[in-house]
């Protein structure tokens, strides 16, 4: 459909030049035809897209089409040439009656002025043009939407900034980079365009080419002057000097009466020259005699400025399409493609949030190597490199991606179906419903707390946030090494999670949820008890924590103070969602399994270690780590009917 729609804009714009310019009367029949059934499609094409797209109706483009369609009925001769003519055939047969001369002339002038009209009427065609440039280069981004996946995780390492700079960078400008630049490369493209067309218009322009012919009217009316006498020599010599000169000039006399004598070239017929091609002349004192008439065939002239009109419209045609293709460049490099990208980070964030921050972190170290290699390079080729001012869309999305990290880490794995199900709405309002149903996971739980914690605030005050957080720091780090997620921070305490995979979770005949006995499950479960230990030997050895055991304070209140910590771990299903209002939320996990992590951790008190695990859990890790852990009692929790088995490892902390 878009091959022929594009050939019958092709013969809407030069269809009727080539009919002037490479065939004589008998032909336009068929260019007639021809241009009838250009403006039948394009009635059904407008008539569709009426239908097809409910915006297109009254649009702009709606009203340009019907424009352009109804301006191709200047070119039906049927219609167009009764009306200029007056109803005749031709101007020369009705100059060739004396009673109908007057309308002749008069139809003969009016079809030139009406044909340069057309041709400035017919400039507005070149509007579907733009439809055919946009309905193309839709057709043609679905067929590299393939390809551009992959080319934009590229570009997306190429558009990051490093991030020790962010901070700095991040203040929009009081007058928007952005709007002043795309101000300015629209405006410097506008003028070249104007100055083109402006420049190139003697080019298109007959007088360029050929001098428009006045001795018609001036000859005719000398010959005249000796209409009260016209048998003198004077009459005679004026007559034949006229005519002598106009049969030699590319635009000859084919028809001259003045006064008694009467010229008709035999070697033209008149019959098959069109309006728009031939001039009636007359003298300036014409009258109702009409006994001094000149007919001129004007074909070569008009040839000529159908071909003008030809090369005319492939010049608009050139440079209509190359202000598009800057136009549409300087769009998308400066406000779309910015937004795309925006787009597509915020559809990576729907799909998961906490990846989505992971790969931003990691792009954004790339995106740092690069530009210190780049710096490097210019550094040692051209001098010191001006550091490039970042447009507004540029802030805008890193905003984006820190807002997004920024609920990942707070929210946590937790909190990951409530950033990915608002994210990704597409009802369009700015409402937020954090209040969305929980979901039922196993994992393993690991709960720990800070001991001493009250006597140690009362001695910190404002320090003890920093205590906290090298603390959390430590343990933190140790349970996303060995992919944990950081849950809850309880002020002394923290719970944290090992979220099994879905396949190896199986639910039994009774509708429990159960851990397959696989390899993959093994090494998970017992990532929980090695961060656990490693976190425990990392706070006895960390230079940030020993500072506190010469802390004067702490030593005095507490003497031969050390950081220690209790740790308890089980396994088991609990509910993973969001806790709280509209107001505030906390995403979590709520279990009788949870409450009996933190009671194993409150054992750890009672036996005076530093770990303890569950039963449940200890049938979950690998033989080679259950070899390692002690048996520390039997006991019965309270909420779980059955006497379980509690275990430890033993470390040596001095």
């Given at each position: 459909?878009?091959?022929?729609?594009?050939?019958?804009?092709?013969?809407?714009?030069?269809?009727?030049?080539?009919?002037?310019?490479?065939?004589?009367?008998?032909?336009?029949?068929?260019?007639?035809?021809?241009t009838i059934a250009a403006m039948a499609f394009y009635l059904v094409e407008i008539f569709l897209s009426c239908i097809s797209k409910p915006e297109y109706l009254?649009?702009?483009?709606?009203?340009?089409?019907?424009?352009?369609?109804?301006?191709?009925?200047?070119?039906?001769?049927?219609?167009?040439?009764?009306?200029?003519?007056?109803?005749?055939?031709?101007?020369?047969?009705?100059?060739?009656?004396?009673?109908?001369?007057?309308?002749?002339?008069?139809?003969?002038?009016?079809?030139?002025?009406?044909?340069?009209?057309?041709?400035?009427?017919?400039?507005?065609?070149?509007?579907?043009?733009?439809?055919?440039?946009?309905?193309?280069?839709?057709?043609?981004?679905?067929?590299?939407?393939?390809?551009?996946?992959?080319?934009?995780?590229?570009?997306?390492?190429?558009?990051?900034?490093?991030?020790?700079?962010?901070?700095?960078?991040?203040?929009?400008?009081?007058?928007?980079k952005i709007g002043k630049t795309l101000s300015d490369v629209t405006t410097k493209t506008v003028i070249i365009m104007v100055l083109i067309v402006m420049l190139?218009?003697?080019?298109?322009?007959?007088?360029?080419?050929?001098?428009?012919?006045?001795?018609?009217?001036?000859?005719?009316?000398?010959?005249?002057?000796?209409?009260?006498?016209?048998?003198?020599?004077?009459?005679?010599?004026?007559?034949?000097?006229?005519?002598?000169?106009?049969?030699?000039?590319?635009?000859?006399?084919?028809?001259?009466?003045?006064?008694?004598?009467?010229?008709?070239?035999?070697?033209?017929?008149?019959?098959?020259?069109?309006?728009?091609?031939?001039?009636?002349?007359?003298?300036?004192?014409?009258?109702?005699?009409?006994?001094?008439?000149?007919?001129?065939?004007?074909?070569?002239?008009?040839?000529?400025?159908?071909?003008?009109?030809?090369?005319?419209?492939?010049?608009?045609?050139?440079?209509?399409?190359?202000?598009?293709?800057?136009?549409?460049?300087?769009?998308?490099?400066?406000?779309?493609?910015?937004?795309?990208?925006?787009?597509?980070?915020?559809?990576?964030?729907?799909?998961?949030?906490?990846?989505?921050?992971?790969?931003?972190?990691?792009?954004?170290?790339?995106?740092?190597?690069?530009?210190?290699?780049?710096?490097?390079?210019?550094?040692?080729?051209?001098?010191?490199?001006?550091?490039?001012?970042?447009?507004?869309?540029?802030?805008?999305?890193?905003?984006?991606?820190?807002?997004?990290?920024?609920?990942?880490?707070?929210?946590?794995?937790?909190?990951?179906?409530?950033?990915?199900?608002?994210?990704?709405?597409?009802?369009?309002?700015?409402?937020?419903?954090?209040?969305?149903?929980?979901?039922?996971?196993?994992?393993?739980?690991?709960?720990?707390?800070?001991?001493?914690?009250?006597?140690?605030?009362?001695?910190?005050?404002?320090?003890?946030?920093?205590?906290?957080?090298?603390?959390?720091?430590?343990?933190?780090?140790?349970?996303?090494?060995?992919?944990?997620?950081?849950?809850?921070?309880?002020?002394?305490?923290?719970?944290?999670?090992?979220?099994?995979?879905?396949?190896?979770?199986?639910?039994?005949?009774?509708?429990?949820?159960?851990?397959?006995?696989?390899?993959?499950?093994?090494?998970?479960?017992?990532?929980?008890?090695?961060?656990?230990?490693?976190?425990?030997?990392?706070?006895?050895?960390?230079?940030?924590?020993?500072?506190?055991?010469?802390?004067?304070?702490?030593?005095?209140?507490?003497?031969?103070?050390?950081?220690?910590?209790?740790?308890?771990?089980?396994?088991?299903?609990?509910?993973?969602?969001?806790?709280?209002?509209?107001?505030?939320?906390?995403?979590?996990?709520?279990?009788?399994?949870?409450?009996?992590?933190?009671?194993?951790?409150?054992?750890?008190?009672?036996?005076?270690?530093?770990?303890?695990?569950?039963?449940?859990?200890?049938?979950?890790?690998?033989?080679?780590?259950?070899?390692?852990?002690?048996?520390?009692?039997?006991?019965?929790?309270?909420?779980?009917?059955?006497?379980?088995?509690?275990?430890?490892?033993?470390?040596?902390?001095?």
């Amino acid at each position: 459909v878009n091959i022929i729609m594009t050939l019958w804009t092709f013969y809407a714009l030069f269809g009727d030049d080539i009919r002037m310019l490479g065939t004589d009367s008998t032909a336009d029949p068929v260019f007639f035809s021809l241009t009838i059934a250009a403006m039948a499609f394009y009635l059904v094409e407008i008539f569709l897209s009426c239908i097809s797209k409910p915006e297109y109706l009254w649009s702009f483009y709606f009203w340009l089409d019907i424009i352009s369609t109804v301006t191709m009925i200047m070119d039906i001769g049927w219609i167009m040439d009764p009306i200029i003519s007056g109803g005749g055939t031709g101007a020369a047969k009705e100059a060739k009656k004396v009673s109908v001369m007057t309308r002749a002339s008069r139809g003969a002038r009016l079809g030139s002025k009406a044909s340069k009209i057309v041709r400035v009427i017919r400039l507005i065609r070149l509007m579907r043009l733009v439809k055919l440039y946009k309905s193309s280069n839709t057709l043609i981004s679905k067929e590299e939407n393939k390809i551009v996946d992959e080319e934009e995780q590229v570009l997306q390492q190429m558009m990051q900034e490093e991030r020790q700079q962010e901070d700095k960078e991040d203040a929009l400008p009081e007058e928007s980079k952005i709007g002043k630049t795309l101000s300015d490369v629209t405006t410097k493209t506008v003028i070249i365009m104007v100055l083109i067309v402006m420049l190139s218009g003697p080019l298109f322009t007959f007088s360029t080419y050929g001098d428009e012919t006045n001795s018609y009217q001036i000859g005719l009316d000398y010959i005249a002057l000796f209409d009260s006498n016209p048998n003198s020599s004077g009459f005679y010599t004026a007559y034949n000097s006229y005519l002598n000169r106009h049969l030699i000039i590319n635009t000859p006399v084919t028809y001259l009466v003045a006064g008694p004598l009467i010229y008709d070239d035999p070697t033209v017929d008149a019959t098959i020259l069109r309006n728009n091609e031939e001039t009636v002349v007359y003298p300036s004192n014409y009258n109702t005699n009409l006994t001094y008439v000149a007919i001129f065939d004007i074909r070569s002239s008009v040839k000529l400025d159908a071909l003008l009109s030809i090369l005319q419209t492939i010049f608009v045609c050139i440079v209509l399409t190359i202000g598009a293709v800057i136009f549409t460049k300087d769009a998308n490099d400066l406000v779309i493609g910015p937004i795309e990208q925006m787009m597509i980070k915020v559809q990576r964030i729907a799909k998961n949030p906490l990846d989505a921050a992971k790969e931003e972190e990691n792009e954004a170290v790339a995106m740092h190597k690069l530009e210190r290699e780049e710096r490097h390079q210019a550094k040692g080729c051209c001098g010191k490199k001006k550091k490039e001012e970042k447009m507004e869309t540029y802030v805008l999305e890193q905003t984006i991606v820190k807002t997004a990290a920024l609920l990942a880490i707070g929210l946590g794995e937790a909190g990951n179906k409530i950033i990915s199900q608002n994210v990704a709405s597409k009802s369009g309002g700015s409402s937020i419903d954090p209040l969305i149903p929980g979901s039922k996971v196993f994992a393993v739980f690991g709960f720990c707390d800070i001991r001493n914690f009250t006597d140690t605030t009362e001695i910190l005050q404002e320090e003890v946030m920093v205590f906290v957080n090298e603390i959390a720091d430590i343990v933190h780090g140790y349970t996303h090494r060995y992919l944990g997620s950081p849950n809850k921070n309880i002020g002394d305490a923290f719970l944290v999670v090992w979220k099994f995979n879905p396949e190896d979770v199986e639910t039994d005949n009774s509708g429990d949820i159960k851990v397959k006995h696989t390899d993959a499950a093994s090494r998970m479960a017992d990532m929980a008890a090695v961060s656990f230990i490693l976190t425990i030997a990392a706070i006895n050895k960390s230079k940030k924590v020993a500072k506190y055991r010469s802390n004067a304070a702490l030593n005095e209140r507490m003497p031969n103070y050390r950081v220690r910590m209790g740790f308890g771990i089980h396994a088991g299903w609990a509910i993973e969602g969001a806790i709280g209002s509209e107001y505030k939320i906390d995403a979590s996990y709520i279990s009788p399994h949870v409450n009996l992590t933190m009671a194993l951790e409150e054992a750890t008190k009672v036996y005076g270690v530093p770990f303890v695990i569950s039963e449940h859990y200890f049938n979950l890790i690998s033989k080679e780590l259950q070899d390692n852990m002690r048996p520390l009692d039997r006991v019965e929790i309270h909420g779980f009917a059955d006497i379980t088995t509690i275990y430890t490892f033993d470390m040596d902390l001095n």
